[in-house]
């Protein structure tokens, strides 16, 4: 079954603490992005990557990490820099970032992350 | 960067009735996309639509890209449809998508 996966799908921090959100696809999809999204908002760029081992850092990159070692993922790290890291974190990809006709962009279903 | 408006932000309406959504725009666009966000928070892909008119069942979408809109109509809406509704453009130089703050639809049947 083909797609993205994100877990997990709820995800709690402490204070001080480092988390990562884990982004997989199967897509053969050569761009990843990640982006976040606040009550009653819509979404906002965080990082994208548009083939492994680049990426580019999006419109809210601050307190924020990410590595582009396989094709296929794309975690994201949420760190202790982070003061508001309460939100609802999407992952998407699309076939390439370059070409527009293949700039088509599908979404995992999401992980919430809350602060203890 | 580019600036996305979207109208109207909440939306009541009847099952079985029509509805029209905007989306304003204020630059060029190379990428332009509806989605539905179901009450789960999955994001669903409805239309890629940069310019033109395309039409999937009770759903339909014109870009007026020259004129910087797009609109997206329901027909004979169902309960399933409610949801916030978004527009999502690239365009401005940036390499993502930037989103509106969406249109939140009711359906009551």
């Known amino acids: 079954d083909g797609g993205i996966t994100q877990s997990p799908k709820y995800l709690f921090r402490k204070e001080g603490q480092n988390v990562t959100l884990s982004c997989e696809q199967n897509l053969n999809h050569d761009a990843m992005y990640w982006y976040r999204q606040d009550p009653g908002q819509g979404l906002r760029l965080i990082y994208y990557s548009q083939i492994v081992n680049d990426f580019q850092k999006g419109d809210i990159a601050e307190g924020y990490s990410v590595s582009r070692e396989k094709k296929e993922s794309f975690p994201l790290t949420v760190t202790s820099a982070q003061k508001n890291p309460t939100a609802f974190y999407l992952c998407?990809?699309?076939?390439?970032?370059?070409?527009?006709?293949?700039?088509?962009?599908?979404f995992g279903a999401g992980t919430r992350l809350s602060v203890l | 960067g580019i600036q996305v408006e979207q109208s109207p932000p909440d939306l009541i309406l009847q099952e079985g009735a029509n509805s029209t959504l905007r989306c304003n725009f204020s630059?060029?666009?190379?990428?332009l996309q509806w989605f539905h966000q179901n009450p789960w928070g999955q994001l669903i892909n409805l239309f890629y639509?940069?310019?033109g008119t395309k039409q999937n069942g009770r759903l339909s979408a014109t870009t007026v890209a020259t004129e910087r809109y797009s609109l997206l109509y329901i027909s004979s809406s169902q309960t399933t449809d409610s949801g916030v509704y978004f527009c999502a453009v690239r365009g401005g130089g940036a390499d993502g998508l930037t989103f509106g703050k969406g249109t939140h639809l009711i359906i009551q049947p």
């Open positions: 630059d060029s666009v190379n990428n």
């Open positions: 998407a990809s699309s076939i390439s970032l370059v070409d527009r006709a293949k700039n088509i962009q599908y």
């Open positions: 639509i940069p310019s």
